[in-house]
């Protein structure tokens, strides 16, 4: 019992032995002159009151020895439960804690009142019972291996709960499909964010958007902040070359940003152009306006190749590479949502990944966080802004190293943010965040959940915080030359309330639950499909999930190359095409990426000035294509039919050719930019045509 109980119970204690001294100072007062049946018969509880100076008026010897007797009741008394009470436990005063206690304190309620999440019961699923909540602490830490019972006991209750927005790190896609129904009756508007989702059922999240919004003097340091948060070192080698490759990512998104295309993906372009990076950095140096970019491309154009290959390769392993593949540049060159609406407005976004790409996606997963975390910490919530935000992080050890969410978890809960980190083990925060930061994880997670433990480094960890108790240990001891003479000594020992080796023995359907400032609690688990409450909730979800439509056709596989693009391209490298007006050499006049629209002009112009040579000098060609086309099908039948016969003769009969390949849809391009495209493939089409001629005669002759 604590301070205030142990009072408690002392003068509750005192109170007693009052009425016990006054009843002993009426037994004396009646028995003043002898034991005697008549004063047995005529005893009287009120006779010390009959004494008294207030009763008689006068003071007699009588009331003076029964104030005696009584004060020396109510002394002893008092000094026997102060020992007993007080006593002090030298080794220990952990104990489990009691349910009536935590529903005083906040921590355990009814249904109704839940608006946080939802750890455990005080009784078992199936029954009615009262939940264990996070009261007044914001974050959790859930520390449970692979089929613990951490999803349908902690994560799913949450969410199907849980009354603010929510951002969860959905790593198999089943939080999705079994929660989001129930959080859009809740009335949430619902995203499912799924860059690596192979039919582009994503919806998209553009993080420059953020920086695009900023007057120019603030677009620096937000960009800097974005490089810090997505460009991650990868070995030791790279943390010389780190500083330099985050300005070089800096410089590139504020240089996309004034050509119009503000995106990571852009970036990512621009830096895997052709040629030389020194020369590429020099031209961008001089068409930049902002000053910051013009001076990192100016230094960076100053560098040895060498150098220069070093940055770009630090920048490419540190996140950048990410966005070669199309789904992740398709997922990112918009926003369908806005961070600045969270705490306005309940929200849940799902991030959902595959396992398999966690990893590998990684990088966007700590930039997602993380800004949403700064995004949150530059004002204070505002009158309308009365929602709470939940970061659900699942699987937090595969994410890496989030810097901004281990400087958040201390400050965060003022701007209404929540953080509920969950992973397998404790030694996964060390190998992340090292020692320090585990320690600054473990000292700022209010609510700490351990289920099924199985490590070393757990089960020790929570033997540890629930701490020792104090006991009364009895030794007895005999003497050789007296078989009869014993000797009993009592001495108090400290002892762990729960051993590591108890905490690996806990029921399957039990929990431990360390909370700052309460005694721990061996608490029941959740299973949200047996428990009446939660199986309902979960049962009424109607209708087909909220899922997004597919972002264009970035899902669909990659275009075969042209006929004859490796001639063509051997061609224009060995400078055969000088002989047309338009060969793969001249291609190069036009840019690699996006056209800005403004520039678009002078690109019609010089597509149309070769086009019009290209057209009067082969005029004579296109009139002969119909003939050799004739020419071409009449051997490619006779080839056939040839085929066919020796497939018979080897017994092969019934084989056909594979059927040809159908065309695959092109992207659709941005309206302002496809007359100049339609244009330029109107002449590579022209050019195909033509080197197919000359192939086509080649092969006949050889036939």
């Not at 941005?670 to 192939?695: V, W």
């Given at each position: 019992m604590d301070s205030r109980q142990k009072t408690g119970t002392v003068l509750l204690g005192g109170a007693f032995s009052l009425v016990a001294g006054l009843f002993l100072a009426s037994a004396y007062a009646n028995f003043q002159h002898g034991v005697t049946s008549q004063a047995i018969q005529g005893f009287d509880i009120l006779a010390f009151w009959y004494e008294t100076p207030f009763y008689n008026g006068d003071v007699r010897p009588v009331f003076y020895h029964g104030l005696l007797i009584t004060g020396f009741t109510v002394a002893v008394t008092l000094f026997i439960l102060a020992i007993v009470v007080f006593k002090p436990q030298h080794h220990g005063t952990a104990r489990w804690a009691r349910f009536s206690e935590m529903k005083k304190a906040g921590y355990i309620m009814s249904y109704q009142r839940v608006s946080g999440p939802i750890f455990g019961k005080t009784i078992g699923p199936r029954l009615p019972g009262q939940y264990l909540s996070n009261g007044e602490q914001p974050h959790s830490l859930v520390v449970a291996p692979t089929r613990a019972g951490k999803g349908v006991g902690v994560v799913i209750p949450t969410l199907l709960t849980f009354n603010g927005s929510v951002l969860a790190l959905d790593v198999k896609g089943e939080l999705f499909e079994l929660t989001s129904r129930a959080r859009k009756a809740r009335g949430d508007r619902i995203f499912k964010f799924a860059p690596m989702d192979r039919a582009a059922r994503t919806h998209s999240y553009n993080p420059v958007l953020d920086i695009v919004s900023m007057p120019p003097e603030r677009q620096f340091s937000e960009a800097r902040r974005l490089a810090h948060n997505l460009i991650a070192p990868k070995g030791k080698g790279s943390e010389g070359f780190i500083d330099g490759a985050r300005d070089l990512f800096v410089a590139g998104i504020l240089a996309c940003i004034e050509r119009g295309t503000p995106s990571i993906g852009a970036v990512y372009d621009l830096f895997t152009l052709p040629g030389e990076k020194y020369k590429l950095f020099a031209q961008l140096a001089e068409e930049c306006q902002s000053s910051e970019a013009r001076r990192i491309f100016d230094n960076m154009a100053g560098n040895d190749t060498k150098i220069l290959t070093s940055y770009t390769s630090v920048l490419s392993d540190g996140g950048l590479n990410l966005w070669a593949d199309p789904l992740i540049k398709a997922a990112t060159t918009t926003s369908d949502f806005s961070i600045y609406d969270l705490r306005r407005d309940p929200t849940t976004i799902y991030l959902c990944v595959s396992p398999n790409d966690l990893e590998v996606i990684a990088p966007l997963v700590r930039l997602?966080?993380?800004?949403?975390?700064?995004?949150?910490?530059?004002?204070?919530?505002?009158?309308?802004?009365?929602?709470?935000?939940?970061?659900?992080?699942?699987?937090?050890?595969?994410?890496?190293?989030?810097?901004?969410?281990?400087?958040?978890?201390?400050?965060?809960?003022?701007?209404?943010?929540?953080?509920?980190?969950?992973?397998?083990?404790?030694?996964?925060?060390?190998?992340?965040?090292?020692?320090?930061?585990?320690?600054?994880?473990?000292?700022?997670?209010?609510?700490?959940?351990?289920?099924?433990?199985?490590?070393?480094?757990?089960?020790?960890?929570?033997?540890?915080?629930?701490?020792?108790?104090?006991?009364?240990?009895?030794?007895?001891?005999?003497?050789?030359?007296?078989?009869?003479?014993?000797?009993?000594?009592?001495?108090?020992?400290?002892?762990?309330?729960?051993?590591?080796?108890?905490?690996?023995?806990?029921?399957?359907?039990?929990?431990?639950?360390?909370?700052?400032?309460?005694?721990?609690?061996?608490?029941?688990?959740?299973?949200?499909?047996?428990?009446?409450?939660?199986?309902?909730?979960?049962?009424?979800?109607?209708?087909?999930?909220?899922?997004?439509?597919?972002?264009?056709?970035?899902?669909?596989?990659?275009?075969?190359?042209?006929?004859?693009?490796?001639?063509?391209?051997?061609?224009?490298?060995?400078?055969?095409?000088?002989?047309?007006?338009?060969?793969?050499?001249?291609?190069?006049?036009?840019?690699?990426?996006?056209?800005?629209?403004?520039?678009?002009?002078?690109?019609?112009?010089?597509?149309?000035?070769?086009?019009?040579?290209?057209?009067?000098?082969?005029?004579?060609?296109?009139?002969?294509?119909?003939?050799?086309?004739?020419?071409?099908?009449?051997?490619?039948?006779?080839?056939?039919?040839?085929?066919?016969?020796?497939?018979?003769?080897?017994?092969?009969?019934?084989?056909?050719?594979?059927?040809?390949?159908?065309?695959?849809?092109?992207?659709?391009?941005?309206?302002?930019?496809?007359?100049?495209?339609?244009?330029?493939?109107?002449?590579?089409?022209?050019?195909?045509?033509?080197?197919?001629?000359?192939?086509?005669?080649?092969?006949?002759?050889?036939?």
């Open positions: 997602f966080f993380q800004q949403v975390v700064s995004v949150m910490q530059r004002t204070m919530p505002t009158k309308d802004e009365i929602f709470e935000v939940l970061f659900l992080l699942d699987e937090f050890k595969h994410l890496g190293k989030l810097e901004a969410v281990e400087t958040a978890v201390t400050t965060i809960a003022g701007y209404k943010g929540r953080f509920m980190f969950i992973i397998q083990s404790l030694s996964a925060l060390t190998g992340a965040y090292e020692q320090s930061g585990k320690e600054n994880f473990l000292s700022n997670t209010g609510v700490q959940v351990f289920m099924a433990t199985a490590d070393d480094e757990t089960p020790a960890y929570i033997s540890k915080s629930i701490g020792d108790y104090t006991f009364r240990a009895k030794s007895k001891s005999f003497s050789q030359s007296r078989m009869l003479d014993a000797n009993i000594q009592f001495s108090e020992q400290g002892a762990n309330l729960l051993r590591p080796e108890q905490v690996r023995l806990i029921d399957e359907n039990s929990e431990i639950v360390l909370i700052k400032g309460r005694p721990p609690m061996l608490i029941h688990k959740v299973k949200y499909y047996s428990d009446r409450t939660l199986s309902r909730i979960f049962e009424s979800q109607t209708g087909p999930l909220p899922e997004p439509e597919p972002i264009g056709h970035c899902g669909a596989p990659p275009e075969p190359p042209p006929p004859f693009a490796h001639e063509r391209h051997q061609a224009g490298d060995a400078g055969g095409a000088a002989d047309h007006a338009f060969g793969v050499g001249q291609a190069n006049h036009f840019a690699t990426d996006d056209v800005d629209v403004g520039q678009a002009e002078k690109y019609y112009d010089v597509a149309d000035h070769y086009s019009e040579e290209y057209r009067l000098e082969h005029r004579a060609d296109e009139a002969a294509l119909d003939e050799r086309s004739k020419h071409r099908l009449v051997h490619e039948s006779i080839d056939k039919q040839w085929v066919e016969k020796e497939g018979e003769d080897d017994g092969l009969k019934g084989v056909q050719a594979p059927p040809a390949a159908q065309p695959v849809p092109e992207p659709e391009e941005d309206h302002a930019l496809s007359p100049q495209r339609e244009l330029l493939d109107r002449i590579i089409a022209l050019q195909e045509r033509n080197i197919g001629h000359s192939s086509c005669e080649n092969g006949a002759q050889t036939r």
